[in-house]
């Protein structure tokens, strides 16, 4: 049965159904992603839009990448529910945000915190299970027996405030910094997407006061060094040669076109990565 109660006050609502976002590090096997929707649906009736169900395994931070790059598209109102969940059934807290036009549920990992920051974060509060009428919590997923029925009871347009205790604290997760020389860039690169195009947290607009289109660049990431060209587009590389543009995120990436750069360059998350102008 769905959850009725008076809407937040004040609070801008969409016309028609709620929207809940989904993003986790489930996959497509098992059954999980289906189980959350399952509990979602039988408790409001709403449009459930999945992000991304393919997070890799239990990191937090390519988790909060991709919530932080995407939630912004979502209509107002949007409760973006995102479970990356190391900590499951440990001490770590269940908490909801409410922030600028949309909530966040998840765990108190850094997961929901870029993102929300980003919206502007008005109020955090632990979420309190036993307020949610749920018959049993499982050790091991909480993203069905308390993120959902959490995500649901704020949908259904319940008193925030009815989900547990406020907070003034929580654990804080940043995309680390980067720098810029007269000819260097330095950064991090935080995930690598399903075509193997690695994804830094450099901006776009930073780099090109730097780098000009066209121009050769050395890079290094770990132990690897290469040249690559900055391009406009994936497609204005020659197939296997590794390549740097600026993507949709609007942050600073590495492509090979017709290959992977994330093989190439033996990718791992939040490794350093820099470019500087070649010398001949």
């Known amino acids: 049965?769905?959850?009725?109660?008076?809407?937040?006050?004040?609070?801008?609502?969409?016309?028609?159904?709620p929207v809940i976002s989904l993003l986790t590090d489930f996959g497509s096997k098992g059954g999980y992603v289906?189980?959350?929707?399952a509990v979602i649906l039988s408790r409001v009736n709403a449009d459930i839009v999945d992000i991304?169900?393919?997070?890799?395994?239990?990191?937090?931070?390519?988790?909060?990448?991709v919530?932080?790059?995407?939630?912004?598209y979502f209509p107002s109102g949007t409760v973006h529910l995102?479970?990356?969940?190391?900590?499951?059934?440990?001490?770590r807290r269940a908490i909801a945000v409410k922030a600028g036009k949309y909530y966040f549920v998840g765990p108190d990992n850094g997961l929901l915190i870029p993102a929300a920051r980003k919206s502007g974060i008005s109020e955090v509060r632990e979420i309190d299970v036993t307020r949610l009428s749920v018959p049993a919590v499982?050790?091991?997923?909480?993203?069905?027996?308390?993120?959902?029925?959490?995500?649901?009871f704020i949908a259904a347009g319940n008193d925030f405030s009815g989900l547990g205790r406020?907070?003034?604290?929580?654990?804080?997760?940043?995309?680390?910094?980067?720098?810029?020389?007269?000819?260097?860039?330095?950064?991090?690169?935080?995930?690598?997407?399903?075509?193997?195009?690695?994804?830094?947290?450099?901006?776009?607009?930073q780099f090109s006061r730097v780098f000009r289109i066209g121009e050769k660049l050395s890079v290094d990431i770990r132990d690897v060094h290469r040249v690559a060209e900055f391009c406009r587009a994936y497609g204005d590389s020659r197939p296997g040669v590794l390549s740097v543009l600026i993507g949709s995120h609007g942050n600073v990436e590495l492509a090979?076109?017709?290959?992977?750069?994330s093989i190439l360059l033996g990718f791992s998350p939040m490794t350093e990565v820099s470019f500087r102008k070649l010398r001949f």
Do not use: W
């Open 52 to 65: 991304s169900n393919d997070i890799t395994p239990q990191s937090v931070v390519e988790g909060a990448f």
């Open 82 to 91: 995102a479970v990356v969940d190391p900590g499951v059934g440990t001490a």
């Open 67 to 72: 919530l932080n790059s995407v939630c912004g």
């Open 138 to 152: 499982s050790n091991t997923f909480h993203g069905r027996d308390v993120f959902a029925p959490a995500a649901a």
């Open 1 to 17: 049965m769905a959850l009725t109660a008076k809407k937040d006050k004040g609070e801008t609502q969409n016309h028609g159904r």
């Open 256 to 261: 090979v076109s017709g290959g992977s750069a």
């Open 34 to 37: 289906g189980a959350v929707k």
């Open 166 to 205: 406020k907070l003034n604290r929580y654990v804080d997760l940043n995309f680390g910094t980067y720098r810029k020389t007269a000819d260097q860039v330095y950064g991090m690169c935080m995930y690598s997407d399903t075509f193997g195009n690695i994804v830094t947290n450099i901006d776009g607009g």
